[in-house]
């Protein structure tokens, strides 16, 4: 199993400029989540779907950020125009729906850290 | 709403000592408890987890957490440190209703030295 995969790792952008983050999920996984991990505010959740639907998205700080997930292998979060203080790393995670047999752990993807300038 | 509390924001502790991290909740109900760690420039690893029975619970690289319903906490111990347990380490906590949304306390670094 190839594990959360996310790109890229690092992204370098300029104030202004639109920023795309890319999630490929567990396969089977029915939860998608979005974390922003900065070290004033620790680890946000900012939206997570079930089944590619938008399930909870008041994390989202602003209209400039949107999430979207096409189908089960993929999701997207959109910053436009990125700022600054946009600047953290950002966590995708996945998981199985909550059952009696699978407690639902969330499984985390490396990461992509974001440097708005 | 749940909440999770992680009072300490570093904890150091020798080589060869026993360590704890200290974690309190709040959840309306009985809790499903979590820990987590994060090792540099990666995401978060499951470690253990609370869901019923016994109130000492055991998990991944000799950790070990024990769930305290009276004292509301889920302090994460482990009886000999590692420097390679040197980390990031987050207590997660959901409740029963909650679908899996978990919340995560602020984290807590531990920095064992040789």
């Known amino acids: 199993d190839a594990g959360v995969i996310q790109s890229p790792r690092h992204e370098v952008t300029e104030m202004g400029q639109e920023v795309t983050l890319r999630c490929k999920p567990i396969s089977g996984h029915d939860y998608l989540f979005w974390y922003r991990q900065t070290m004033m505010r620790g680890l946000e959740l900012l939206i997570y779907?079930?089944?590619?639907?938008?399930?909870?998205d008041s994390g989202m700080p602003e209209d400039r950020f949107s999430a979207k997930m096409p189908n089960a292998s993929f999701s997207t979060l959109k910053i436009q125009p990125s700022e600054p203080r946009d600047s953290a790393v950002y966590f995708c995670a996945s998981s199985k729906p909550w059952t009696l047999a699978n407690t639902g752990e969330l499984f985390f993807g490396e990461g992509s850290r974001l440097t708005v300038l | 709403a749940q909440s999770v509390a992680q009072p300490e924001d570093q904890v150091n502790v020798a080589e060869g000592n026993p360590l704890t991290v200290k974690c309190t909740y709040s959840v309306s109900g009985n809790p499903y408890l979590f820990w987590y760690v994060q090792y540099p420039n990666r995401g978060l690893q499951f470690l253990l987890k609370?869901?019923?029975?016994?109130?000492l619970v055991k998990g991944s690289y000799g950790f070990e957490a024990e769930f305290n319903k009276s004292q509301t906490s889920f302090h994460l111990k482990k009886p000999s440190a590692l420097v390679s347990d040197s980390a990031l380490y987050f207590c997660?906590?959901?409740?029963?209703?909650?679908?899996?949304?978990?919340?995560f306390g602020g984290g807590t670094r531990l920095m064992v030295k040789p």
């Open positions: 609370y869901i019923t029975g016994d109130n």
């Open positions: 997660a906590v959901r409740a029963r209703n909650a679908g899996n949304m978990l919340t």
């Open positions: 779907f079930n089944n590619n639907v938008p399930i909870d």
